[in-house]
């Protein structure tokens, strides 16, 4: 257990040591200034906080030091052995590089700064749901709704490198509908609308089925949206940032408040909520302290029957 709690606390104590260092490069820009360095510089971006390669390292690292201790007697028995490599901490998983809360909070504003266009929609979309960036872009008029209860409708990906849709199959977890919040259904609205004005004014007649993010009747490509994205987060001062870690962000800032782990899966199309959680164990946070006490105050706090 002690092993595995310090395997879960790498996220965290590597989120602390980021922010320092921001802290620590944020005094030294200060001192160079008032030491009469003017020049200026590129807003700081954001740090990488440590995931599943850097928790793989530290579990082998430990299991050497044990190994040690074994072989000079100085313990029983090697608590880190193999049982612990297990799916939640495994190797060769995918990036997991998420915005900090602040961080996140800082993005979003710079986003809706920008002028309304197929980038905007795309980043909104991103944020907002946690789809892929080969789903946004392949998102279609006719499958977003911006009246009522907010949604967006995943049914295909942009093949990488073309602008051509393929479709998902029915049968596939990757079929589904994202909630989207209410300013991005705003502002899916308000392009819905200029696009279709902008195709008729051309005498293409706009249709459930015509590509939401792309100026005319064609998607925007991954490679274009990925200049723009360049362009867009040096300006910002996040750069280095992925279009995807928008994705993980919303997985882990959602799952470190509390929402149901089931539901994220199925928002983010994952083939199981077992996936889930061996992709951002490190982000979820442990609610064992006091639990047998909440548990017991709640049932005490219960009227009693007569």
Request: net charge positive; proline share 6%.
């Amino acid at each position: 257990m002690d092993v595995e709690r310090c395997l879960l606390q790498v996220p965290e104590i590597s989120r602390r040591w980021a922010n320092e260092r921001v802290e620590e490069w944020k005094r030294k820009r200060e001192q160079a200034v008032r030491e009469g360095n003017r020049r200026k510089k590129k807003p700081l971006g954001s740090p990488r906080v440590a995931g599943p390669d850097m928790q793989h390292k530290i579990l082998k690292f430990c299991r050497e030091i044990l190994n040690d201790a074994l072989d000079r007697e100085l313990v029983q028995k090697n608590v880190a052995k193999a049982r612990f490599l297990s799916k939640n901490f495994k190797k060769s998983r995918p990036l997991i590089d998420p915005l900090m809360e602040e961080d996140a909070a800082r993005f979003l504003h710079e986003v809706k700064a920008l002028p309304l266009s197929p980038f905007k929609v795309a980043c909104l979309a991103l944020f907002s749901s946690g789809m892929r960036p080969e789903e946004a872009l392949a998102l279609k008029m006719g499958g977003v709704n911006v009246g009522g209860v907010p949604s967006a409708r995943i049914t295909g990906s942009l093949e990488h490198g073309t602008a051509e849709i393929v479709e998902y199959t029915k049968s596939d977890s990757s079929y589904r509908t994202v909630p989207i919040d209410d300013y991005t259904s705003r502002e899916i609205g308000r392009w819905i609308e200029e696009k279709s004005r902008r195709l008729r004014a051309m005498g293409i007649r706009p249709g459930p089925s015509t590509p939401l993010v792309g100026e005319l009747d064609k998607p925007l490509t991954y490679n274009v949206l990925k200049k723009q994205w360049q362009r867009f987060v040096e300006k910002v001062g996040f750069e280095g940032v992925r279009p995807y870690a928008l994705r993980h962000t919303f997985a882990t800032i959602n799952l470190a408040r509390g929402e149901n782990i089931k539901t994220i899966s199925v928002i983010l199309g994952h083939a199981s909520p077992s996936y889930t959680l061996d992709l951002y164990v490190g982000y979820i946070p442990s609610t064992s302290r006091e639990l047998s006490n909440r548990y017991v105050s709640r049932l005490e706090s219960l009227p009693q029957a007569a």
